[in-house]
């Protein structure tokens, strides 16, 4: 039904969480809302110990006196991703065709009970490279880091998350997730994640500690994606509290905040990674969620 969908330029679907309840509203005119600009570039082989060691990552002394990755690298990600998609640097398998970076824009919006991520992008060229997730031509999932108790969280998003054991990875581990340093629910050392699938029309309520858990979060209501003349929009809407693995947000707060777009049915780490960026909710951060 998917491909079908697509193959007419336009393809929607809406999943809820919320069963037996009608949706919570996001914003009728998201023409409305402030747009952030994010670029996504194509990492290719650089888990956190690649970007903590200097002798390959000459930032690794600017992380470790707390300067953030975007303080360096927000105005060369696509040059970055075209050197690392090319196999000229930390990728030893290039794939042909495959996108640099995408652009996306994120805007975000609240009510008071419920928070509203938008993310929009153009559908970059196929890389005409076999198929590793048949079944979704896209995914996209987002983070959320409380705090900074995550090592890497406020200054580089989600990578406090990537490894280079991690299963996908040249000397990855069969079955090895996504982790963080030190990972506990119970100490707040963790991302909360929400993830929507394209071709399955699922979303996923999780959370990233000690491994990576795609389900029992208790924040997200619903997810809906669109794509409409060659280009993505995806809502994410998602209770302001909700249960064990899940942040809660608070009015005059800030949070450390990342995404990611599996493009041209990729998985593990060949995706598309933004940077660490901010959400503030009714506070001063890169992206604003303000009260609706």
């Known amino acids: 039904m998917m491909k079908k969908m697509m193959m007419t330029g336009v393809a ?25 600009n994010v670029d996504l570039l194509y990492p290719g082989v650089s888990p956190v110990e690649w970007i903590m060691r200097g002798p390959s990552h000459g930032g690794a002394r600017v992380l470790k006196r707390g300067e953030s990755c975007t303080s360096c690298h927000s105005e060369e990600i696509g040059d970055m991703g075209r050197l690392i998609v090319s196999g000229g640097k930390i990728e030893p398998t290039p794939i042909p065709g495959k996108a640099a970076f995408i652009n996306a824009k994120v805007q975000a919006a609240h009510d008071g009970e419920n928070l509203y991520l938008r993310f929009t992008w153009k559908q970059p060229e196929a890389s005409g490279a076999p198929k590793m997730d048949e079944a979704n031509p896209v995914k996209i999932a987002y983070m959320l880091e409380d705090g900074g108790k995550v ?56 959370h990233v500690a000690d491994k990576r858990v795609m389900e029992g979060g208790q924040a997200l209501v619903a997810a809906e994606g669109k794509l409409e003349d060659g280009n993505w929009s ?10 064990e693995g899940d942040v809660a947000l608070k ?7 990342g995404f990611a777009i599996h493009d041209d049915n990729a998985e593990g780490r060949f995706h598309h990674v933004s940077l660490g960026y901010s959400l503030g909710i009714d506070a001063d951060a890169d992206i604003v969620a303000k009260k609706q």
């Open 151 to 206: 090592e890497l969280a406020e200054q580089g998003g989600c990578w406090g998350s990537c490894h280079g054991d991690a299963r996908t990875m040249p000397d990855g581990t069969d079955g090895k997730t996504k982790y963080v340093k030190d990972g506990s629910l119970a100490n707040g050392v963790y991302y909360d994640l929400n993830q929507w699938r394209s071709g399955e029309n699922k979303a996923y309520d999780g």
């Open 234 to 243: 995806v809502v994410f809407t998602r209770k302001l509290t909700g249960g």
């Open 12 to 36: 929607s679907a809406v999943f809820a969480l919320a069963t037996g309840s009608a949706l919570a509203a996001a914003p009728a005119d998201w023409s409305k809302v402030a747009a952030t």
């Open 251 to 257: 009015s005059g707060n800030t949070y450390n905040f």
